[in-house]
């Protein structure tokens, strides 16, 4: 003998609502983890934004306290860092401060502040470029000390110093720079 089971509406209304909750949240939890992981992206691309401006700028030590003959790099160097002023804003747009990044809260609590100190970073880099462009290195050595005086005002109030550095906790393996 063959038995059916007869739902009535109530249940089949209940259990379609059940289905649809536990489909939403596989979707939320999903959902969840793409935006951990789009989190950790965001944070990676921050540093290695920052280690592009922390190279060009080793880079101009290099070449300024070894007295190279290389025309026209610092101007280069210089101009990459000020468009890379450009970028820093956006890419700490969004207020996350893992674990793993050396940004701290006071960025999105004074954004204002913030970027007054890229646009100050931007207008050192801008020049710094002029400086070495018109050669003379009389003008380039002030405006690379002012153009180093401009990391510090946003690195000061708005990166972990070096011991509190995610960095610096054991077993770490990520990138060495700022974001």
């Not at 540093?47 to 290099?62: C, S």
């Not at 701290?104 to 204002?112: A, G």
């Amino acid at each position: 003998m063959i038995r059916t089971t007869r739902f009535s509406f109530s249940t089949f209304l209940r259990l379609t609502i059940s289905a649809i909750l536990i489909g939403s949240l596989g979707f939320a939890n999903a959902a969840l983890a793409d935006s951990h992981e789009n989190d950790a992206a965001q944070v990676e691309y921050r540093q290695t934004l920052m280690e592009i401006v922390g190279a060009n700028m080793g880079a101009m030590g290099d070449i300024m306290k070894n007295g190279l003959t290389l025309p026209g790099h610092v101007a280069v160097h210089a101009g990459q860092m000020a468009e890379m002023a450009q970028l820093i804003a956006p890419a700490f747009k969004n207020n996350i401060a893992t674990d793993a990044t050396d940004a701290k809260q006071k960025i999105w609590q004074d954004w204002t502040k913030f970027e007054s100190a890229i646009g100050d970073f931007e207008e050192a880099a801008r020049n710094l470029q002029a400086a070495a462009k018109g050669g003379d290195m009389a003008t380039v050595g002030p405006a690379m000390k002012a153009l180093g005086k401009s990391c510090g005002g946003c690195h000061k109030p708005f990166r972990k110093p070096k011991e509190e550095s995610f960095k610096s906790k054991a077993g770490h393996a990520g990138h060495d720079d700022h974001g």
